[in-house]
């Protein structure tokens, strides 16, 4: 058996277990979420209340700013936990670094590292250049209220990424999953 298809073996065993990338994914998402909305929550309730509703031309009503900010999570888990899956990035994450800093880092504190920086790439893409232009092309004009490039939103992100890929590392299955990967295996 080749050292490729050896990889990809142990990649997909490791991460199809009793629960899976998927329901790991939904589940990350959706803590991870929960505990950005709690901060956001804690800054400015009415970013929950009014202003997600809001974006989407909704009247503040209750709950729907964080059902909606839930379901954000767990579409964005979703997206999470299929892009650490692939071959390419979970290869990636796998490698043997040749410092010792990361070299002592298993695979599931590599998940969580993972899970901080897809937290930072979703506050650099979706608050910072995609909700201005939806809120201008809708109309909805919700972002105006918005802290789109505030500490809060970029600490809000960030603490979404790290429980998310707390959480994963915790639901996926990784045993038999190791970090002895070379660069070019």
């Given amino acids: ?7 990809n ?31 956001l929550w804690l800054f400015d309730p009415g970013i929950l209340e009014g202003t997600i509703p809001a974006i989407y031309g909704l009247e503040a009503a209750g709950l729907v ?8 999570g767990v579409v964005l888990g979703l997206a999470f ?3 650490v899956t692939r071959d390419r990035v979970f290869g990636v994450l796998r490698t043997n670094a040749e410092t010792e800093a990361l070299s002592g880092a298993g695979i599931a ?17 979706l608050p910072v250049l ?38 994963f590392a915790a639901a996926v299955d990784l045993r038999g999953v190791s970090t002895d990967r070379r660069l070019g295996d």
């Fill in 130 to 167: 995609v909700l201005p232009v939806w809120t201008g092309a809708t109309g909805t004009g919700g972002a105006g209220e918005f802290p789109i490039v505030g500490i809060e939103s970029l600490l809000g992100h960030l603490v979404f990424g790290t429980v998310l890929g707390l959480v």
């Fill in 65 to 72: 700013g964080w059902l909606i900010h839930l379901a954000h």
């Fill in 1 to 7: 058996m080749s050292a490729e298809s050896n990889t």
């Fill in 81 to 83: 936990g299929l892009l």
């Fill in 9 to 39: 073996t142990i990649a997909t065993a490791g991460l199809s277990g009793s629960i899976g990338w998927l329901v790991g994914g939904a589940l990350g998402g959706a803590v991870g979420a929960a505990a950005f909305g709690l901060l």
């Fill in 109 to 125: 504190l590599r998940l969580v590292g993972a899970g901080f920086v897809f937290g930072l790439t979703v506050w650099a893409i």
